[in-house]
Each structure stands twice: as C-alpha cells, then as structure tokens.
C-alpha cells in the first residue's frame, strides 16, 4: 500500500522479487459536509483538533493528551481537541477534551470538515486511511514523526506537518492553523484525487491483471 512498506519488505526478504505496484486505497467522499452542524452538536465555539480511530497508548492518544493538557495550561492554546472513537484507556476530565465515542459515518465527514487539522499520533502505521479521508475534505495533517510512513505521506502529498516532541507539536500546530493550513489541505487534497480515485485504483489492477495475461 506505501513505498515505505515496500522498503520494508525488501530489507527483511531482499530475495523476494516485489515488482509489482503500489496500489493502496480509495477514498469515497460524502455527498455534503456539515461542518456547523457537527460544532453546534457538540458546543464548539473555538477551532479543534480533530482525533479519528482507537483511542489506546498505543495510537500514541495518551501522549498526545498530555501534550494537549499541559499547553492548555500554559494559558495560550487556543483549541479544543476532539477525539473520535472507542476509548480503551481512561480519558482525563478537561473542558477542552471532547470524546463523544464512535460516531455515525456522516458525523465524521462533518468533523473533518470542521476541524483546523486531522492528528495522528501513532507510531505505528501503515497506509493511513483516515489520513487519506482528511485530505481529501481538504484539511491539513499533523502527524507523528517517528512514523516513516505518515512523514513521507505527508512529503508526497504536501499535506502536513509532523512532530517529535511538545515544542515541534506546537509550533506545527501554530504554523498549519496559520497561513500554511489552507494550503496544505488543498495540496493534499489534489494528491489523493491523483492517487487514491476509485478510477486510479482500478485502473492500477487492470493493468497488472493484463500484464500477467500476457506474460
């Protein structure tokens, strides 16, 4: 699904002949975003953070919260952070931390259309769907440094930025919510319409289905 996986593969199994494609998903957007309608559900007055899937340690939530609580308490951190999804870990009680659970497929689309930025804290990813579902809503992302994947998804795309600690998440929150968010989100947006159509993808199996006919 990734060049990164890819990678991976050929360093542990450098015999194994990979010359297939990359193919990876797509994305099928909504027919309407309701972005006003998601901040009146949940009283949203302030520009959010916006959190989608499992909410555990392991997704790096735990340290993304407590980067999140500790810059609201320095006194100059104007956002709410939003998290959707099952929490498997207990979630501190603060009244700029929403965590309403899972949500309706329509709700989600209408968060990511109303938040300042898509977060993905984890470490661990492959191909990031719910990355691949904020660009294409024309949002930017920030994401975890230490995820070769996310970062070089980011890179291609021009979508986002990333962070390795509370300073960089700051100051990579401050500059997408500044000039650069607008047009991140849209540079990401062009990139899945490129990459992640359901035309691009089926084409990309046809053809290997074809070569193989031949060969």
Known sequence: NTEEEKKFLMSRF????????????AVDNPERYRPEQFKR????????????GRIDPA????????FFVRLKSLGTFPYKLVLLGKPTMEMPKHPDIISPGFVEEQTKW??????????????WESLSIVLLEAWSSGRPALVNGGCPVLVDQCRRAQGGLWYTDRDEFRMAVEE????????LGQQGKKF???????????KT??????NNEIG
């Open 14 to 25: 450098p015999k194994t002949q990979l010359n297939g494609p990359i193919v990876g998903v």
């Open 41 to 52: 559900l949940y009283s949203i007055n302030k520009p959010f953070l916006l959190y989608i």
């Open 59 to 66: 997704k790096g939530c735990e340290k993304l919260i407590n």
């Open 110 to 123: 209408d968060a990511l259309s109303a938040c300042e930025m898509l977060v993905v804290p984890s470490l």
């Open 176 to 183: 997408i919510a500044g000039h650069a968010g607008n047009r």
């Open 192 to 202: 899945v319409k490129k990459n992640y159509s359901w035309p691009v993808i089926e």
């Open 205 to 210: 199996y046809l053809d290997l289905i074809r």
